[in-house]
């Protein structure tokens, strides 16, 4: 995490060419290091003992993310849903709530009505959200009052940052912030899973719980739950599974979609969760190419795929639906 810091300290003062030479240098070699665990781990489709599969009997779900990290992006989001709507696909889109740009409260309530799903993604994208535990519960306080204020039950740390355990200082009924594998990653520590995964709150002493706390969480359980009564003991864990856009088209510089699809047929046999994450910031509408975008048809065209190849065998929810089918099949 010391490296982690510094970086995160240099990086507004070092330009985006040379950051993203860097990357791909080492991108390359990692590539074949870990050719036996990316961009498919096998060990990860192990179906989990308690597994009760997905909504009738649908073989694999299929869900959607974006996270908006610009003003560029924020600008670009409406041609991006388009594309989606067209296609009869909905996602859920993670805004960073003190970012560069501003959401509204009507834009938060377009975009539910529109049968989207809003997400918090962290408070800044600075990569400091878990420098120190201070620091994280100061910003948790801030980031739990836009959960409410936005209706949300989802969170994804930005950068893909991770401590798993802290988390459960946020009033969420899931979090995204983890993957199966994905070793291009600052911290590349992979969940090993395609499928949902329990993150159990510890209590050394449940009796400690104030009243308040205990209702507070509780009311969480029960937002996602369709009101039944949960423990309240933790949430769910939603990785993505497919490599994200930047990822493949900007750091290693793919010229298609391949990966995608080729992944996404391997999970389809091992009856896991199809997640993908996007940016709009980094998707080019306009046919300008360059080396900070990429074509906006290779997004496109995958789910065009997807519908075609797979019409009738996969679940396709927002994480919210997902969380709230997950904690419904167990007494969790």
Known sequence: MLQLKLYYHAKPYLPWRFRMATRRFFAKRKRIRYSGSWPIDPPSGAVPDDWRGWPNGADFAFVLSHDVETQ??????????????????????????????????????????????????????????????????SRAKRINRYLKQWGATG?????????????????????????????????PDGLGTIFPLWVERKIAN????????????SDRRSAISGGKSKKPNGYVELPYTLPQDSTLFLLLRE????????????????GGMVFLNTHPDYM?????????????SYYADFLQHVKESYGGQYWHATPDRVASYFVGCGDR
């Open 155 to 187: 969170f994804r740390s930005p950068l893909m940052h991770h401590r798993l355990d802290w988390l459960h200082s946020l009033d969420i009924a899931y979090d995204s912030s983890t993957f199966d594998t994905d070793p291009f990653e600052p911290q």
């Open 255 to 270: 010229s298609s979609n391949a990966i995608w699809k080729e992944k996404t047929a391997w999970i389809a046999r091992q």
């Open 284 to 296: 080019d509408f306009k046919g300008n190419g360059n080396a900070s975008s990429f074509p906006i």
């Open 72 to 137: 560029i992006g924020y600008n670009k989001l409406d041609e991006l849903l388009e594309v989606e709507k067209q296609l009869g696909f909905r996602s859920v889109i993670n805004f960073i709530p003190e970012g560069e740009y501003s959401v509204s409260e009507r834009r938060i309530q377009e975009l539910i009505e529109r049968g989207f799903e809003v997400g918090v993604h962290g408070l800044y994208h600075d990569g400091k959200l878990y420098n120190n535990r201070a620091t994280f519960e």
């Open 206 to 217: 449940p009796e400690s719980l104030t009243a308040n706390q205990e209702n507070q969480i």
